[in-house]
């Protein structure tokens, strides 16, 4: 398999809730390597690059709202940025996340354990992880600089 590395974010829902511990101790139990991290606060014009691909989409103001903390009233807007390298990473970590829809998502991963809907039916899923190696360069790319990233 070979070595790669993914975008993990930590959203508001997941700092709220002080589930960030557990969630990068489920990360790390799998064998991957986190080689970067940072809090990040998450700018309109951030929010909306990084979900560009819903743009039109029926859910993507609240996909903004929610991923600048405006539903969980975090001020300064802030995710844990993240990223993790290792042999079929992106796979793994999509495995330990679960399925995106909390409900749907199998008992014992990330988002089977603490995520859930709200009864306004926003997923509060609590991180965010790249789908395939496309997404996973281009993300890293847009919340990380050069030098950030361990080697």
Known sequence: MPIEQTLILIKPDGLHRKLTGLTIDRLDNAGLEMVAAKMVGV??????????????KPFYANLIKYIR??????????????????EGCIAKVREIAGATNPEAAKPGTIRGSFG??????QFENVLHASANAADAA???????????ILP
Not at 77 to 84: F, G, I, K, S, T
Request: charged content about 25%; aromatic content about 10%; overall charge negative.
């Open 69 to 86: 903390g405006e539903f969980h009233g975090l001020a300064d807007h802030r995710v844990l940025a993240m990223v993790y390298r290792g």
């Open 116 to 121: 859930r809907v709200t009864t306004a039916g």
């Open 43 to 56: 700018t309109a014009e951030l929010a909306e690059k990084h979900y560009a691909e819903h743009v039109g």
């Open 138 to 148: 281009r993300e890293v790319a847009l919340w990380f600089r050069n030098g950030e």
